[in-house]
């Protein structure tokens, strides 16, 4: 099957997104978006104040100054009648220069006796008599107006208005640079923000990328520091003073395991060895139970064996030496070793190995690994049974699984098997030291893949699945 080719311009645009929600997701950004909120709010408030001592100040200029007009004009009518307001009116026409000013002075049925409107508009006023329309000029021109509207004796009506389409010009004005204002604001502050996130997520990437390696068994792997004397550089420089003394104390842990394996292994060889030699020159009485020391001898040896690669692996000492391994052709061999304990309890070993199932890993560790699954597989499975052993390529891995027909293990109990030592009560009575899942999983984690646990029903089946390639 051919291989599906992905975009370059799609691949990016996917790393650019996954960025962007690491970015979006970090403790940085979102204080800053919290300093985003608290600072609209306060420019809010100041917008409110700056609103209210600007246009405030204007439109309520302009009310007053309509409120002192037809007051004035409501006095010059009640003390020296109608004409006097019909002169008066037709002034102040006159002797407005700016054409702003509206005037009507109308009879009940709103027919207009005086004023530089035409009609009374068609807007009712509101509870202090204020209103606001649309006026018409002379030279055709819609002008926004407000206006305060009295009632004289007899039903009489009179109006005075203003055209405030400057006061709304200048509200347009103010929205327009408001509303950019903010916009620019919250533009540069997001920037602001994942540009400080993405600062501080390299700082931190500095952090897990050597604790990576140190996880690898990298010891000697430091924090950089730069020399700011910020908080992470406090946080690097006790970071690495904790890695000093952890360093240290590894190093001590691995001496002595040194010691332990020069002083204890040599004498356990030799105890074994000469035990061996008094077998043989031992009666015949005597030679069953020296034999059974020999095997005994043996089992030490191999669970101190077992007990020291495990140590190694997990701390990083263990000299592997990756190269390209065929995992077909090392199950097939594993297989072959234990294909004559497998007649002797007439168990059936069936084989699904994928040609050209390929990793990169220690061979040796992987034999040891496949070894200890068929061994298990063997040990618990009943006789006269089946034990099935693939090995299938997936996208990046390889997968190699065992299965068999035993008792399998409980769900809450897979993970206490891994552990040194770790044994079910159903196995307890059989020949083992615990250590076998132990070394599987040490040797998964070396190869940085993993090893998984299913029902097989019955039995268990244990899948072991391992990159094609390792980052180190």
């Not at 070793?337 to 309890?345: D, F, I, T």
């Amino acid at each position: 099957m051919a291989a599906t080719r992905v975009p370059r311009g799609a691949a990016l645009m996917t790393a650019l997104g996954q960025r962007l929600g690491v970015l979006l997701r970090t403790t940085t950004f979102r204080l800053t978006l919290s300093y985003v909120v608290l600072f609209g709010v306060s420019v809010s408030v100041l917008t409110v104040f700056f609103y209210w001592s600007t246009i405030g100040v204007v439109v309520r200029e302009t009310d007053a100054t309509l409120k002192s007009e037809i007051t004035g004009l409501a006095e010059q009518y009640l003390e020296h009648g109608l004409d006097r307001l019909l002169n008066v009116i037709a002034h102040r026409i006159r002797t407005d220069e700016s054409g702003d000013m509206l005037y009507l002075f109308a009879t009940p049925d709103n027919r207009p006796l005086a004023g530089n409107l035409t009609s009374w508009p068609e807007v009712e006023p509101d509870a202090e008599g204020w209103i606001e329309f649309v006026h018409t000029r002379a030279d055709g021109r819609s002008v926004p107006a407000r206006a305060r509207v009295y009632l004289l004796q007899d039903g009489l009506h009179l109006l005075v208005g203003r055209n405030i389409a400057q006061i709304r010009q200048l509200k347009a004005i103010f929205n327009h640079a408001l509303a950019l204002g903010i916009g620019v604001v919250l533009v540069l502050a997001a920037c602001g923000g994942l540009f400080l996130s993405s600062r501080v997520l390299n700082r931190i990437g500095a952090f897990t990328g050597v604790t990576a390696e140190i996880i690898d068994g990298r010891l000697d792997r430091r924090v950089t520091t730069r020399g700011t004397g910020d908080e992470f550089d406090v946080l690097a420089e006790q970071l690495n003073v904790m890695l000093d003394r952890l360093e240290a104390l590894v190093g001590t842990v691995r001496h002595v395991a040194d010691n332990i394996a020069h002083d204890l292994r040599t004498p356990l060889t030799r105890l074994r060895n000469r035990i061996e030699m008094a077998a043989r020159a031992a009666p015949e009485e005597l030679r069953g139970e020296l034999e059974l020391s020999v095997e005994d001898a043996d089992a030490l040896l191999a669970t101190f064996s077992a007990l020291l690669r495990i140590a190694r692996i997990e701390s990083g000492s263990y000299d592997a030496d990756f190269e390209t391994v065929a995992l077909d052709r090392l199950v097939d061999d594993a297989l072959e070793l234990y294909q004559g304990v497998a007649e002797g309890r007439d168990i059936r070993l069936v084989a699904d190995c994928e040609p050209g199932s390929t990793v990169e890993g220690d061979r040796n560790l992987l034999f040891q690994a496949v070894a200890n699954l068929l061994d298990n597989a063997l040990k618990f499975a009943p006789d006269a049974s089946t034990v099935h052993v693939g090995v299938h390529r997936e996208p990046g891995a390889v997968r190699v699984q065992v299965a068999d027909a035993g008792p399998g293990i409980p769900a809450g109990e897979r993970e206490r098997v891994t552990q040194r030592f770790a044994r079910l009560d159903q196995s307890r009575s059989l020949p083992g030291s615990g250590l076998g899942l132990s070394l599987v999983k040490a040797v998964s984690e070396l190869h940085h893949g993993s090893l998984e646990f299913g029902d097989n029903a019955p039995g268990l089946r244990v899948s072991l699945r391992l990159p094609e390639r390792v980052a180190r």
